[in-house]
């Protein structure tokens, strides 16, 4: 599995920023993909996470009705539409998927090294 994220920059608080992760590669049918995020000295930790099957999602609590995750399909796409952002949504954001999961196994109870990560892309909210 390839997963290859972009998006990331300087918005300010309140502003919106559109995450993308192209994947490929995936040998089965049902996996989950989405987005962890992590500020140096913490753990990294699920924010947004879909199922390929059902499109069911998992948000994390504190980003429930600023960002929503979706898919499409076709392109092999995930995006993250963030919006009214805070200043402690600051990260370096991952893309993340796992097959044989659903998305709250891949964005809660989750294995460092059973996922496949994609590179980071900084998320700066300032004025």
């Known amino acids: 599995v390839q997963l290859q994220a972009s998006g990331g920059g300087l918005v300010q608080p309140g502003g919106s920023l559109r995450l993308s992760c192209a994947a490929s590669g995936f040998t089965r049918d049902y996996y989950a993909i989405g987005w962890f995020r992590q500020v140096p000295g913490k753990e990294r930790e699920g924010v947004s996470c879909?199922?390929?099957?059902?499109?069911?999602?998992y948000d994390k609590d504190s980003v429930k009705g600023r960002f929503t995750i979706s898919r499409d399909k076709v392109k092999n796409m995930v995006y993250l539409q963030m919006n009214s952002l805070k200043s402690e949504d600051t990260a370096v954001y991952y893309c993340a998927a796992q097959q044989g999961v659903s998305p709250l196994e891949l964005c809660v109870a989750w294995t460092y090294s059973a996922i496949r990560w994609g590179q980071g892309t900084l998320v700066t909210v300032s004025s």
């Open positions: 879909i199922s390929s099957r059902d499109g069911m999602t």
